[in-house]
Protein backbone atom coordinates (compact mmCIF):
# COMPACT_ATOMS: atom_id res chain seq x y z
CA UNK A 1 0.00 0.00 0.00
CA UNK A 2 1.45 3.22 -1.50
CA UNK A 3 1.61 6.30 1.38
CA UNK A 4 2.41 9.94 1.27
CA UNK A 5 4.70 11.64 4.00
CA UNK A 6 4.07 15.60 3.61
CA UNK A 7 6.42 17.58 5.50
CA UNK A 8 8.03 21.29 5.37
CA UNK A 9 5.51 23.76 6.49
CA UNK A 10 5.69 26.34 9.54
CA UNK A 11 5.43 30.25 10.40
CA UNK A 12 7.07 32.57 7.87
CA UNK A 13 6.80 36.26 7.69
CA UNK A 14 5.22 37.49 4.48
CA UNK A 15 7.50 37.87 1.85
CA UNK A 16 9.35 34.83 3.17
CA UNK A 17 10.06 31.34 1.46
CA UNK A 18 9.56 27.37 2.36
CA UNK A 19 9.79 24.05 0.85
CA UNK A 20 7.61 21.74 1.32
CA UNK A 21 8.52 18.19 0.75
CA UNK A 22 6.43 14.92 -0.06
CA UNK A 23 8.01 11.72 0.48
CA UNK A 24 6.72 8.52 -1.39
CA UNK A 25 6.75 5.15 -0.43
CA UNK A 26 5.36 1.65 -1.43
CA UNK A 27 4.30 3.32 -5.14
CA UNK A 28 6.20 2.95 -8.49
CA UNK A 29 6.77 6.72 -7.90
CA UNK A 30 7.74 7.72 -11.39
CA UNK A 31 4.25 6.71 -13.11
CA UNK A 32 2.77 8.95 -11.01
CA UNK A 33 1.81 12.71 -11.93
CA UNK A 34 2.14 14.89 -8.18
CA UNK A 35 0.31 17.51 -6.99
CA UNK A 36 0.01 20.14 -4.09
CA UNK A 37 -3.57 21.21 -3.12
CA UNK A 38 -4.11 23.28 -0.23
CA UNK A 39 -6.88 23.63 1.82
CA UNK A 40 -7.95 26.86 3.96
CA UNK A 41 -10.65 26.67 7.25
CA UNK A 42 -14.18 26.59 5.95
CA UNK A 43 -13.11 26.62 2.18
CA UNK A 44 -12.49 24.14 -0.32
CA UNK A 45 -9.57 21.75 -1.11
CA UNK A 46 -8.11 24.13 -4.40
CA UNK A 47 -5.25 23.07 -6.68
CA UNK A 48 -1.59 24.35 -6.29
CA UNK A 49 0.64 22.73 -8.72
CA UNK A 50 0.93 19.26 -10.62
CA UNK A 51 4.18 18.04 -12.50
CA UNK A 52 4.22 14.92 -14.37
CA UNK A 53 5.74 11.80 -13.58
CA UNK A 54 9.18 12.45 -14.92
CA UNK A 55 8.77 15.89 -14.42
CA UNK A 56 8.99 17.12 -18.60
CA UNK A 57 5.04 19.17 -17.57
CA UNK A 58 4.14 21.04 -14.44
CA UNK A 59 0.94 23.14 -14.18
CA UNK A 60 0.27 25.85 -11.29
CA UNK A 61 -2.81 27.58 -10.22
CA UNK A 62 -2.81 31.53 -11.16
CA UNK A 63 -2.77 32.71 -7.53
CA UNK A 64 0.75 31.17 -7.01
CA UNK A 65 2.30 30.85 -10.87
CA UNK A 66 5.59 32.91 -10.68
CA UNK A 67 5.93 32.35 -6.90
CA UNK A 68 6.01 28.46 -6.39
CA UNK A 69 7.87 26.06 -8.21
CA UNK A 70 7.13 21.99 -8.12
CA UNK A 71 9.76 19.72 -8.55
CA UNK A 72 10.46 16.14 -8.22
CA UNK A 73 13.46 13.77 -7.95
CA UNK A 74 12.47 10.45 -8.92
CA UNK A 75 15.95 8.72 -7.11
CA UNK A 76 14.31 9.56 -4.05
CA UNK A 77 11.11 9.45 -4.83
CA UNK A 78 10.27 12.85 -3.23
CA UNK A 79 8.43 15.86 -4.68
CA UNK A 80 8.75 19.23 -3.71
CA UNK A 81 6.68 23.00 -3.70
CA UNK A 82 9.20 25.71 -3.50
CA UNK A 83 7.21 28.50 -2.52
CA UNK A 84 8.78 32.09 -2.47
CA UNK A 85 7.32 35.73 -1.77
CA UNK A 86 4.39 34.04 0.33
CA UNK A 87 1.37 36.36 0.91
CA UNK A 88 -0.81 36.01 3.78
CA UNK A 89 -3.54 34.94 1.81
CA UNK A 90 -1.13 31.52 1.46
CA UNK A 91 -1.95 30.26 4.59
CA UNK A 92 -3.73 26.79 4.16
CA UNK A 93 -2.46 23.21 5.54
CA UNK A 94 -0.89 21.74 2.36
CA UNK A 95 -1.41 18.16 1.37
CA UNK A 96 0.54 16.41 -1.29
CA UNK A 97 -1.16 13.77 -3.82
CA UNK A 98 -0.59 11.46 -6.67
CA UNK A 99 -2.53 10.17 -9.59
CA UNK A 100 -2.20 7.91 -12.17
CA UNK A 101 -3.50 10.36 -14.60
CA UNK A 102 -2.13 13.76 -16.19
CA UNK A 103 -3.05 16.72 -16.09
CA UNK A 104 -3.88 17.16 -12.07
CA UNK A 105 -5.68 19.82 -11.15
CA UNK A 106 -8.77 18.50 -9.13
CA UNK A 107 -8.77 16.88 -6.10
CA UNK A 108 -10.91 14.23 -7.08
CA UNK A 109 -10.20 10.51 -8.35
CA UNK A 110 -6.49 10.60 -6.79
CA UNK A 111 -4.63 7.96 -5.67
CA UNK A 112 -2.84 8.77 -2.27
CA UNK A 113 -2.92 12.03 -0.16
CA UNK A 114 -0.18 12.84 2.17
CA UNK A 115 -1.36 13.67 5.75
CA UNK A 116 -0.73 17.81 5.64
CA UNK A 117 1.70 20.42 6.13
CA UNK A 118 0.53 23.99 7.67
CA UNK A 119 1.66 26.79 6.29
CA UNK A 120 0.61 29.83 7.83
CA UNK A 121 1.87 33.48 6.69
CA UNK A 122 2.23 36.31 9.19
CA UNK A 123 1.49 39.44 7.59
Sequence with gaps: QGQLAD????LV??????????AASGVAFDRYTM??????PGKERDFVAS???RGRLTEYADSVR???????????NTAYLQMNSLKPEDTALYYCAAANFYPLNRPRGLSYWGQGTQVTVSS
Excluded: H, M, V
Design 7 to 10: SGGG
Design 13 to 22: QAGGSLRLSC
Design 35 to 40: GWFRQA
Design 51 to 53: ISG
Design 66 to 76: GRFTISRDNAK
